[in-house]
């Protein structure tokens, strides 16, 4: 450490010596209050990090329900604000694929009817060919019992 009362271990961090109750590494050694760059939190160190030091760390704060709370508020009001959308999307999503099902029954209905009267049709063609048949063969009987 650069002072007895306050260093700078590594950038953007910064380490006190003056504070009190003391902590006290493994080392026997007075651990530096240094505040971490990404959490914020303040901690204790061993002195000789950059040596062969102990390896001491503790945090200065527990990570107790009243520091959890904004960030569990935070985390679920945008939970709920990603769980509103893709309700939705999906919402949006199944009103297009209820509209494209409405399009696809009308075509099977029509389809339907449209073999309904295919069907018909074929029963009246074959009606007339039966008829059509059983004339030709009487004529042609009975043109043989005439001579």
């Known amino acids: 450490m650069s002072s007895a009362s306050e260093s700078t271990p590594s950038k953007g961090q910064s380490c006190t010596l003056d504070y009190h ?32 030091g102990c390896g001491f760390f503790m945090w200065k704060d527990s990570d107790s329900a009243e520091r959890k709370a904004p960030l569990v508020g935070t985390l679920m009001k945008t939970n709920t604000d990603d769980m509103k ?12 694929v209820e509209e494209k099902l409405g399009c696809v029954v009308k ?18 063609v074959f009606i007339v060919v039966v008829c059509f048949l059983g004339i030709l063969y009487m004529n042609v009987n009975k043109s043989r019992y005439m001579y």
């Open 21 to 52: 109750p003391a902590v006290y590494c493994h080392c026997g050694l007075k651990s530096p209050l240094c505040v971490g760059r990404g959490s914020g939190r303040s901690f204790y160190g061993c002195q000789n990090w950059l040596g062969a």
């Open 85 to 96: 959308a893709l309700v939705s999307g999906i919402a949006e999503h199944i009103c297009a």
């Open 107 to 124: 075509v099977v209905e029509k389809e339907a009817q449209d073999n309904k009267r295919f069907r018909q049709m074929c029963g009246l």
